[in-house]
């Protein structure tokens, strides 16, 4: 099949009629009648094709825009405004070529393209209340009045009300084609549109009942799509008709008047006329369904309420809406059902209900469009809708913050707080915003009721096209679709039918997983071992103990959420060992079977993670922190040196004290892990974190090897010392792989002779780095001291002075570098303010860099780049070396910091991110450079973290391992099958970060 031309290739000028062949590859099929037409414009024919050639069916929009011109006067003039207005033409070519049925519409109505040409369209959203308001003057009602009625005759404002509303939905149509209106605010305004025409149908409603009318006060309510605010171009409006006596009037008498004013309202709506129809009134929503009476009253609809009505009642009223009529009566009906609706979930039996009216829904469409039905199909709309309303069923009892009665706004809600995990809830939004938008194109074409996706070609295309598929239309529409509905298919087996919503609406357990079903589920599934898995399954289930039903009930769910990682082998050999350590307790189990989310954030955390499992599985009651609000939010530096204190002060002996303050940290450290995989969790958070752990653990370690050496020696503590971190710790950007970079300073106390304070400090690093690096069941703390002056060969520890004398001496241009990243953050308070006073006139020197100290710094980068990439290792995915990689943006930073960072104060910080943003500021840097920067910068550092997190140990290199490289793409938030462009993206900006540090460092 022959793909369609790019845009770009359509003609252009505006000199004679485009030839048949040029036509053709524009876009057009039918070249020769597109020829006849083209000439039929004249002059404008020129100018006008590249913009048919960027609409659904440039055939149509074509012949649609000679039939409309034919039917003006004012012809010339406004194929004269279209060539001088790209807006409007774009506007009133996109509908030609997309509805067949409005630009009929515009043959029979043309003086409506003047619609088109309001400029504001683009941007502005009509106020409901101006909808209103217009529909109502078509019928001859005064809008501001309180139950206006229609002056028309019945058929003349019959004809005029369909005219008004097509004119409305011309305007909308336009804003959706042309400015690519959110799938969302279209629904809306369609909503809208049909709350309008509803009170201007109830309007000549009035005036054929007569002043009866007066005696009953009518609400109309909205239910489905209407009442949520996201109705489609075509469908049937869902109402519930309310009705309450006037002042003094008789109840039987009102209702037989608002049952005829309902009635005739809805005949207003879906009659045929000569000016056609608008859709179909559908009231069979209300109680009792077509055999109940059309209209109740308040205290009718909340006896039923009360007394019989049936679970999936309660799922429809989740979206009423008052939208005409009288709007208190309106009101209170919303009041009424709203305590029905959100108790519905404590109904027996209610989401084994639901699920079986889903399942219902399913089973009775036509086998010959259950493939192409995109609302009730497998991976359709209803889906979507059916998952997002028995979660907000379920958690909205509780959590008035999850009531939107929108879709799309409950989806965000449910994401937003913690009831839907933000990758599925994020993929759900996505596909739902594509199917509706699927959906629109399709009926907007006829204006026809249809949601099933048509077979031939041509209509294939045009919806294709309108989707912006323009190169392959037919077969990139039905890639998309098909990938969409596995997508949907896939979260909606997640999240309709997981057990654990059961336990939350208080209803016996869902389905239970047999092992003997295991491996083929197990296979389906992603696991790479099924008969490993399924002996794990064995283990977990087997015997009648409460632990192994807990497990039995958990297993179903928690497979799917490990089968969603990229491990799911890992991540249940992880729960069964974790399991097997902890499932006596009394708390683990109950945890996970209650809490929803912390059995997610297990699930997730074993099966991607090897350095959070290792860390759970050295001390598995870790787990604790899975759970509840707020569980994962990192500790401050004070508050974790406040425990570790605490815990060391209750040991005298230093190994034990360290291995209090050790596991303390270990237990931050998964913290800080468990919260970067599930939660919205920056790389700078994750810098700063891990920072105020290490800080916090040299704190406490410095002074327990201080307090051990003076013990063991029988002295006082003869000098202060202080700890200076250096390098990305000392610019709060650790990683999970990171060493902690530090120098060692002390300052003799007043009375100590030299020699003992010297030796004393000596002993003091020796202590605390031999105590932070005993085996023990946590990470130990690499402690590098390799900064310091003249390197390994130099003293572990210096006094202050000794310092200001070696830096007043011997100090080197790579030396002042180093400095910029010095925060003296551990130890004596007084002593680390002076040593940062000391270091300070070294790192920001008063007059910039020499020029030959400049090229000192690019000669050291130079060697650094030949020298130190590991042999085999891949520049262009090497994240510290590689070529616009991490030591690239943070060599560029400090150069503009050494030059001229004793002029600009914003430039004196270690922090890499905040330097860029000062070079701005300071016009060192232009914002799109440190854009670039940044993004480079956060890129690999984001990647370097997330295979460590992988893989379970440092790494500089992304695996090359496909499946590590897989896993290493989902934590850094790419959708499984993304692998490729997590690559690809990764690579674009280091490329583009390389090209400015070629021009801003190597200059």
Same mark, same amino acid.
């Given at each position: ?693 290490? @800080? =916090?653990?040299? $704190? &406490? /370690?410095?002074?327990? *090897?201080?307090?051990? +050496? !003076?013990?063991? %020696? ?36 007043? @009375? =100590?002779?030299? $020699? &003992? /304070?010297?030796?004393? *400090?000596?002993?003091? +690093? !020796?202590?605390? %780095? ?37 830096? =007043? ?12 990243? !010095? ?181």
């Amino acid at each position: 099949m022959a793909s369609d031309p790019a845009p770009s290739q359509a003609p252009s000028g505006t000199g004679s009629t485009p030839t048949s062949a040029q036509l053709v590859r524009a876009g057009f099929l039918d070249g020769a009648e597109a020829q006849r037409h083209a000439a039929e414009l004249g002059a404008a024919a020129g100018p006008l094709v590249p913009l048919l050639a960027r609409t659904a069916d440039p055939d149509l929009a074509l012949a649609g825009l000679c039939a409309l011109a034919d039917r003006l006067e004012e012809r010339e003039a406004m194929l004269e405004e279209l060539v001088e207005d790209e807006g409007t033409a774009m506007r009133l070519l996109c509908v030609l070529g997309a509805s067949r049925a409005l630009g009929e519409h515009l043959v029979r109505h043309p003086e409506q393209w003047r619609e088109l040409t309001d400029p504001t369209m683009g941007c502005t959203r009509p106020a409901a209340y101006a909808v209103r308001a217009s529909l109502l003057r078509a019928v001859g009602a005064a809008p501001t009045y309180h139950s206006p009625v229609a002056t028309l005759e019945p058929a003349e404002a019959a004809d005029a009300l369909r005219v008004e509303y097509r004119r409305l939905l011309l305007r909308i149509a336009a804003r959706d084609l042309a400015h690519e209106v959110g799938v969302d605010d279209l629904a809306a305004e369609l909503a809208d549109l049909a709350a309008g025409t509803l009170e201007a149908g109830l309007a000549v409603a009035r005036a054929q009942v007569g002043d009866d009318s007066l005696s009953t006060r009518l609400a109309v309510v909205a239910m489905g799509k209407c009442g949520g605010h996201e109705l489609n171009y075509v469908s049937d409006v869902d109402v519930i008709f309310v009705a309450e006596p006037a002042e003094g009037a008789d109840e039987q008498r009102s209702q037989r008047v608002a049952t005829k004013l309902a009635s005739t309202t809805m005949q207003v709506c879906s009659d045929h006329t000569r000016e056609g129809t608008i859709w179909p009134v559908d009231a069979a929503l209300r109680p009792e369904g077509k055999q109940g009476p059309l209209v109740r009253t308040l205290a009718s609809h909340e006896g039923y309420y009360e007394r019989w009505a049936k679970t999936w009642e309660f799922q429809a009223l989740l979206k009423a809406r008052p939208v005409a009529g009288d709007a208190e009566v309106g009101e209170a009906y919303r009041e009424v059902v709203q305590p029905f609706v959100w108790s519905a979930s404590t109904r027996e039996g209610f989401v084994g209900d639901v699920q079986a009216m889903r399942r219902r829904v399913v089973e009775h469409i036509p086998a010959h469009e259950a493939d192409r039905q995109i609302k009730l199909g497998s991976g359709g709309l209803r889906d979507v809708e059916f998952a997002v309303q028995m979660l907000q069923l379920v958690h909205g009892r509780s959590d008035e913050r999850v009531r939107a009665p929108t879709t799309l706004s409950a989806l965000a809600q449910l994401i937003r707080y913690g009831y839907v995990g933000r990758e599925d809830g994020e993929s759900l939004h996505r596909a739902y915003a594509f199917l509706r938008s699927l959906e629109h194109r399709i009926q907007l074409f006829d204006l026809r009721r249809t949601h099933v996706l048509p077979e031939d070609e041509e209509s294939l295309r045009r919806l294709g096209r309108s989707l912006g598929f323009m190169k392959r239309p037919v077969e990139e529409l039905d890639a998309e679709w098909k990938r969409q509905r596995r997508e949907v298919r896939r979260l909606h087996e997640k999240l309709f039918y997981r057990p654990l919503l059961a336990a939350v609406a208080k209803v016996p357990d869902g389905d239970i997983m047999s092992p003997e079903a295991a491996v083929e589920r197990l296979k389906a599934l992603g696991y790479e071992d099924p008969q490993a898995a399924l002996r794990h399954l064995e283990a977990l289930t087997k015997g009648v103990s409460r632990t192994a039903s807990i497990q039995r009930a958990l297993l179903p769910v928690l497979l799917g959420w490990f089968a969603d990682a990229p491990d799911p082998d890992m991540g249940l050999l992880g729960f069964r060992r974790i399991s097997e350590a902890l499932g006596k307790t009394t708390w683990y189990l109950g945890m996970l079977r209650d809490e929803g989310r912390a059995a997610q954030r297990l699930a997730q955390v074993l099966a991607t993670s090897r350095y959070a499992t290792d860390l759970l599985q050295r001390e598995p009651e870790g787990v604790r922190i899975l759970g509840g609000d707020g569980a994962l939010t990192p500790l401050t530096r004070e508050a974790i040196e406040k425990e570790m204190v605490a815990a060391a002060d209750r040991r005298e002996d230093p190994e034990d004290a360290i291995r209090s303050v050790r596991a303390v940290r270990r237990r931050e450290l998964l913290r800080i892990s468990v919260a970067d995989l599930t939660e919205p969790f920056g790389i700078a958070e994750v810098g700063y974190s891990l920072t105020d752990v290490t @800080d =916090a653990t040299l $704190e &406490v /370690a410095l002074r327990v *090897a201080m307090r051990a +050496v !003076a013990t063991a %020696r029988g002295i006082e503590v003869p000098t202060r010392m202080a700890v200076v971190a250096m390098g990305r710790y000392g610019g709060g950007e650790l990683g999970y792989g990171s060493d902690a970079d530090v120098i060692f300073v002390h300052d003799p106390l007043p @009375d =100590a002779e030299a $020699e &003992v /304070a010297s030796s004393y *400090a000596k002993a003091v +690093v !020796a202590e605390l %780095r031999r105590l932070l690096s005993l085996p023990a069941s946590d990470p130990a703390l690499e402690v590098d001291a390799g900064l310091r002056p003249e390197g390994s060969g130099g003293p572990m520890v210096r006094t202050i002075g000794s310092y200001a004398a070696y830096y =007043a001496k011997w100090s080197q241009v790579w030396e002042a570098q180093a400095l910029l990243r !010095a925060d003296p953050v551990v130890g004596d308070r007084d002593l680390c303010e002076r040593f940062r006073q000391l270091i300070d006139p070294l790192r920001y020197p008063a007059d910039g860099l020499s020029e030959d100290d400049v090229v000192e710094i690019r000669r050291i980068k130079a060697r650094v780049d030949a020298e130190r990439l590991p042999r085999g290792a891949d520049p262009a995915t090497h994240f510290k070396l590689g070529r616009g990689g991490i030591a690239d943006v943070e060599w560029t930073v400090q150069l503009l910091q050494m030059r001229h960072a004793h002029a600009v104060p914003g430039l004196r910080t270690p922090k890499t991110l905040q330097a860029l943003a000062a070079a701005v500021a300071a016009d060192l840097l232009s914002a799109e450079d440190s854009e670039v920067l940044s993004a480079a910068w956060l890129a690999a550092s984001r990647a370097r973290n997330a295979t460590v997190q992988v893989r379970g140990r440092p790494s500089d290199q992304l695996p090359h391992d496909l499946r590590e490289r897989a896993a290493v793409a989902q934590v850094l938030r790419y959708s499984a099958g993304e692998t490729d462009e997590m690559l690809n993206d990764y690579q674009r900006r280091a490329r583009q970060a390389a090209a400015v540090v070629d021009r801003v460092f190597w200059n």
